[in-house]
């Protein structure tokens, strides 16, 4: 087994990795007051996220795309369908260990930096013995490096988002959720924190499901993209990203498929009139 | 630091200001038995200080019992008020029960609460105790309610979604976000606690900076009267600024970002 996990971590993802993420026609609906009609916001929706894979969800805002997230988390009932999680592969870890990026930090402003990272592995069971370590690499893998005993209000809003990035991480997941973790920074600190991320993915790669209204920063990231639209809310198109990495934001292929998907975006817009 | 130094001149300044306007009224009234001078109060506060009271004790006797009666019933409305609060907080329908009952509790004039109180429970310790419980706890629970209902729903679906345990998300999120709540209720209950406690004092109880007040103004001794107000009012100021004031300043330096951690 321990051969596998070298392989799975050095080479690029196989053309179809083991699924660790399926989602298969999963329906949402929020009751209406008034005895009228459910609201419907997840219709037989599907998705399917493999060992490794950087899958991105794209669609305007209030298309349910951060419900979708929740349902997968846990933390969110839905009314039919299937929802699976399983571990990464020769792993073995049961249940799956799932981490959540929030669009903000979310952090506990009364702990130091390092007591909220310890917060989650607390949470994990994750021995004591291993906290000092996994706090001081996963920090240094966000650039954090030394904020140990800061806390979060002495930082910067893309400092903090770093910490919730690293939060995220210390727990080794099997699974990382997250929900437009860049849409509340400035451009620049964005366009940083989206090139670190890159670099993190290459070394730890869980499975990651990426929920953003940004096409750009859906192309710069993913693997694949599934493209939303809203009313009802499903899935309208699929997209394999077939650009090597490491990938630029200035690439001229970037540019090239962000372009397209954005006119199938206004056509599809177009036609519901 | 220098900003704490001059806060803790210019406070000095309006204290002396103060002491100054008093000895400008005495020495135009000159009539010691309405209002005497700083003076004759400060060598008042040493022959109060210096020897036995009343009955013989001591004026330390007096102190201590009034700080030992203060702290047992702000200790009771305190935990009165946190459950019932709490109760109140996360539980709709007990909400809207109390909601009929706690208006009630919280018009009640104090006066006649302790009047009742006296009446009820003659010169007996329990009077205080009760007046102070039935007239605080309203006030506590209510704060505390509030600080429950204000949860940020946010924090606790993050710890949902990373499997927080009950222990730990009550150590680390609900109980946080509940301090402040604590913080602003024990200030206040701590404030209506002494002001009740001194009533019931004056009133029914025997011993104590109250009873006191009332002896000394039965002799109609205005110097020792205010002699003993001065002592009454300086010893709750140490307990708000020594105590509370420091302990809250520990818990919640979180708060105040140092600008050195800023990149």
């Known amino acids: 087994m321990p051969s596998d996990q070298a392989i799975v971590r050095d ?104 007591q909220n990272i310890e917060f989650v592995l607390e949470a994990q069971n994750i021995p004591r013995e291993r906290w000092t370590g996994l706090v001081s690499e996963h920090l240094r893998l966000v650039g954090l490096a030394g904020q140990e005993d800061n806390y979060p209000l002495n930082l910067s809003g893309g400092m903090q988002q770093r910490v919730a990035i690293a939060r995220a991480l210390a727990i080794e997941p099997d699974i990382l959720l997250m929900d437009e973790p860049f849409s509340h920074l400035d451009a620049i600190t964005a366009r940083k924190l989206r090139a670190d991320l890159m670099a993190i993915m290459n070394r730890a790669r869980p499975a990651i499901l990426f929920v953003t209204h940004d096409l750009a920063e859906a192309v710069l990231l993913s693997d694949h993209i599934y493209m939303m639209e809203t009313k009802p809310a499903r899935i309208f198109k699929q997209v394999v990203v077939d650009i090597a990495r490491p990938r630029s934001p200035e690439d001229e292929r970037v540019f090239a498929l962000e372009r397209e998907l954005m006119r199938e975006f206004f056509s599809v817009l177009e036609t519901k009139g | ?117 006296v009446m009820w429970f003659g010169f007996s310790e329990g009077g205080g105790l009760v007046a102070v419980v039935v007239l605080v706890t309203p006030y506590v629970a209510v704060n505390i309610a509030e600080g429950a209902r204000a949860m940020d ?9 990373f499997k927080a345990g009950r222990g730990l998300r009550l150590r680390r999120i609900y109980l946080p976000q509940l301090l402040p709540y604590i913080f602003s209720a024990f200030r206040y209950a701590f404030g209506m606690t002494w002001k009740i406690v001194a009533l019931a004092e004056t009133f029914g109880l025997k011993f104590g900076i109250g009873y006191m007040f009332s002896f000394w103004f039965n002799q109609f001794d205005m110097g020792r009267v205010l002699a003993w107000i001065i002592l009454f009012v300086v010893l709750m100021l140490i307990l708000e600024h020594g105590v509370f004031a420091r302990l809250e300043a520990s818990v919640f330096r979180w708060r105040a970002p140092a600008a050195a951690g800023r990149v």
């Not at chain 1, 060992?51 to 009314?79: H, M, Q, R, W």
């Not at chain 1, 039919?80 to 399983?86: K, M, Y």
């Not at chain 2, 009955?55 to 007096?62: L, R, V």
């Not at chain 2, 201590?64 to 702290?71: F, S």
């Open chain 1, 11 to 114: 080479v690029r993802a196989p053309a179809t990795p083991a699924a660790v993420i399926t989602v298969e026609k999963l329906t949402k609906r929020f009751p209406s007051p008034g005895g009228l009609a459910p609201f419907v916001v997840i219709e037989e929706m599907s998705v399917k996220v493999g060992d490794g894979e950087f899958v991105s969800i794209v669609g305007p805002s209030g298309c349910g795309k951060s419900t979708l997230l929740n349902v997968i988390a846990g933390i969110e009932t839905y009314d039919s369908g299937t929802v699976t999680l399983s571990p990464k592969p020769g792993r073995g870890q049961t249940p799956p260990r799932v981490a959540y990026v929030f669009q903000t930090p979310r952090l506990l402003n009364w702990l130091t930096v390092r």
């Open chain 2, 153 to 161: 729903k946010s924090l606790i679906d993050m710890a949902a979604t």
């Open chain 2, 1 to 117: 630091m220098t900003t704490g130094l001059r806060i803790f001149s210019l406070r000095t300044a309006s204290l002396l200001l103060l002491v100054f306007l008093w000895w400008v009224g005495a020495t135009l009234i000159h009539d010691p038995e309405i209002l005497p001078g700083p003076l004759a109060v400060a060598r008042d506060i040493a022959g109060i200080l210096t020897s036995p009271g009343p009955e013989g004790e001591s004026a330390w006797f007096d102190i201590g019992i009034t700080l030992a009666r203060i702290v047992v019933a702000f200790f009771a409305a305190m935990l009165a008020g946190i459950g019932l609060g709490l109760a109140m907080g996360l539980n709709r329908g007990f909400d809207r029960w109390m909601q009929a009952i706690i208006p009630a509790l919280l018009t009640l004039p104090t006066i006649l609460m302790v009047f009742l109180a």
